[in-house]
């Protein structure tokens, strides 16, 4: 796969992936992976299960070596095919899904253990552990055993512990997995923080895409092994590359239509052309993303009609069928008949690079 990351000045502290490569057992798992990553940046790793990305993570903490390519923090070379930097050496921290605390621990020694481990003693070492507890609100917690708290108590004494160790960069697999909805929302706010409080660079593992577009600033996009876009959340959601990314990321429906100009993206008079001329049944089409709320009921629209409505509290979601059969997902405050013949126009269309073939996109998130 091309090089998605212009080979441009090396961000003097930013750390950089290039050309890395992974094989398990003759098996590649991680692709000829290029990223720069700038300092003090809040990166998310996102894909579907099985990517490369906690591979990608543990070569970059050195747990695991490369088969090939290289790693550099600022001018640093962390790992290449025949150099490993250890793990201790790399001033990171990496935080797990399973929190990883010494259950034989108090909170508080749980948090001061890097501390030990670099030579802390007396005062200075009981301050930093206090203030690292106070930044993530466990300082009364501190003389519990990890067993004893909750899920979420234990993540943030697992962030206290990475905030002592004062690392460069941040490395988090998954850490939200094990906890309910509700305490995910507020551990969120507790990562922003933690983020903005440390400076440090954080690379956060998700396979949930609401929680990297609400965490971070940039989003590698993985999959199979690959990066397929390297953006802004925003521009992940109104720019996606190609199909499988528009699937991954927000609801949609991807619909082929008939298209007369270049443009990516695409206006409302043009998307509505495009739907008038389904019924002549055109033999060239291009693939268009539309998202649901681009889709409008308008008596001087397009036919349509609705095959599913399905509540969903704030608004009806549905599902509406196209002159030519396709399918297109659309919102409305109002709950409408299955069955019911109506009109649309939409607002506006975001055509789509055609892949390769024989690839595979992820379903599109249906309403059924
Ligand atoms: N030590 C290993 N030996 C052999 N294969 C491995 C090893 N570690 C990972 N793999 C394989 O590499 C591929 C990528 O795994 P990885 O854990 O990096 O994916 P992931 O995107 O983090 O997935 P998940 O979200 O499920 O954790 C998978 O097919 C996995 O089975």
Not at 284 to 307: C, K, S
Request: with cysteine; proline share 6%; aromatic share 6%.
């Amino acid at each position: 796969m091309a090089t998605l990351i212009p080979s441009s000045d090396l961000p003097a502290r930013g750390l950089r992936l290039h050309g890395v490569h992974k094989e398990f057992a003759g098996q590649t798992v991680v692709d000829n992976l290029n990223l720069e990553i700038e300092e003090g940046s809040f990166v998310a790793l996102l894909g579907p299960s099985g990517c490369g990305k906690t591979t990608t993570l543990r070569m970059i903490a050195g747990f695991d070596t490369l088969s090939s390519g290289r790693i550099s923090l600022g001018s640093t070379v962390l790992a290449s095919d025949h150099q490993q930097l250890p793990p201790e050496l790399r001033n990171m921290s990496m935080v797990f899904q399973s929190y990883a605390l010494w259950p034989h621990m108090t909170v508080a020694d749980n948090v001061g253990y890097p501390l030990k481990l670099k030579g802390y003693k007396g005062s200075d070492y009981q301050r930093r552990v206090r203030e690292a507890l106070a930044t993530v609100q466990m300082e009364p917690y501190a003389q519990r055993r990890p067993q004893d708290l909750s899920g979420g108590q234990r993540q943030r004494v697992a962030l206290a512990r990475c905030l002592a160790s004062e690392p460069r960069v941040v490395l988090l697999d998954e850490p939200l997995a094990n906890l309910d909805r509700h305490l995910r929302a507020s551990m969120e706010d507790s990562f922003r923080d933690f983020h903005r409080r440390t400076g440090a660079t954080f690379i956060y593992v998700t396979h949930d895409q609401a929680e990297a577009m609400a965490l971070a600033d940039r989003i590698a996009v993985m999959h199979k092994g690959q990066l397929v876009q390297w953006d802004a959340p925003e521009a992940l959601y109104q720019r996606p590359q190609n199909a499988w990314v528009a699937g991954f990321i927000g609801q949609g429906s991807v619909v082929r239509l008939p298209l007369s100009s270049s443009e990516r993206l695409l206006s409302s008079a043009q998307v509505q052309q495009a739907l008038a001329a389904l019924q002549n049944k055109p033999s060239a089409t291009e693939e268009v993303l539309i998202r649901p709320q681009h889709v409008e009921l308008d008596p001087a629209g397009v036919p349509a009609t609705v095959t599913h409505c399905v509540f969903k509290g704030e608004r009806y979601q549905f599902v509406l069928q196209l002159q030519d059969g396709q399918s297109l997902q659309a919102y409305h405050w109002q709950g409408l008949p299955t069955g019911a013949q109506i009109a649309i126009t939409v607002r506006q269309g975001w055509r789509l690079q055609e892949q390769p073939a024989g690839s595979t996109r992820p379903t599109l998130a249906s309403v059924a």
